[in-house]
Antibody, heavy 119, light 109 residues
Framework: EVQLVESGGGLVQPGGSLRLSCAAS????????MNWVRQAPGKGLEWVSY????????YYADSVKGRFTISRDNAKNSLYLQMNSLRAEDTAVYYC????????????WGQGTMVTVSS | SSELTQDPAVSVALGQTVRITCQGDSLRSYYASWYQQKPGQAPVLVIYGKNNRPSGIPDRFSGSSSGNTASLTITGAQAEDEADYYC????????????FGGGTKLTVL
């Protein structure tokens, strides 16, 4: 079964750090571009970051640039999001999502992991 | 970056047809994809490309595009179609799928 499973969410104080993980299974992870997408409570979807299949190309939303770092380990079938200098507005469910080949779409999503930034 | 605009809410009578629209300049160059999200669940891809449905998505869901507007049509809406729907496309640079619409809450009456 094709699956993405996020982990690492939790409660963190403003200014703190958290590392999210996304474990992939059921497909050749190294062949796929990956993204992080978040959703604040009661709000819409917001794209956060993109990484190419090899990890050589990376993009970030302006709202997280300079604070978040996306990475992947193809040998471990895993995607990561290192989040530093966290703010209250980063509070959200964070989803990892696979990009469908060759079409432009997120075809597989994880169940999400909740990040709460609060003192 | 660029923006995609959706109506916040749309309603449809059970069994009738409803169209949910998404407007944005990037749609003149790139297709939109559409996602259904029910409360407490992850989004699910329902339409991608010109008009493609992933396996398991009912054929009452269809997509179309004209100019700067993409549309998701549900023909014969069912109670289980009540959900939030989001469009997505590439950003203005074309480098990534970095733009989501604000979402449309579909109510089936």
């Amino acid at each position: 079964e094709v699956q993405l499973v996020e982990s690492g969410g939790g409660l963190v104080q403003p200014g703190g750090s958290l590392r999210l993980s996304c474990a992939a299974s059921g497909f050749t992870f190294s062949s796929y571009e990956m993204n992080w997408v978040r959703q604040a409570p009661g709000k819409g979807l917001e794209w956060v970051s993109y990484i190419s299949s090899s990890g050589s190309t990376i993009y970030y939303a302006d709202s997280v640039k300079g604070r978040f770092t996306i990475s992947r380990d193809n040998a471990k079938n895993s995607l990561y999001l290192q989040m530093n200098s966290l703010r209250a507005e980063d509070t959200a469910v964070y989803y990892c999502a696979r990009v469908l080949i060759p079409n432009d779409a997120f075809d597989i999503w994880g169940q999400g992991t909740m990040v709460t930034v609060s003192s | 970056s660029s923006e995609l605009t959706q109506d916040p809410a749309v309603s449809v009578a059970l069994g009738q047809t409803v169209r949910i629209t998404c407007q944005g300049d990037s749609l003149r160059s790139y297709y939109a994809s559409w996602y259904q999200q029910k409360p407490g669940q992850a989004p699910v891809l329902v339409i991608y490309g010109k008009n493609n449905r992933p396996s398991g998505i009912p054929d009452r869901f269809s997509g179309s595009s004209s100019g700067n507007t993409a549309s998701l049509t549900i023909t014969g809406a069912q109670a289980e179609d009540e959900a939030d729907y989001y469009c997505n496309s590439r950003d203005s640079s074309g480098n990534h799928l970095g733009v989501f619409g604000g979402g449309t809450k579909l109510t089936v009456l």
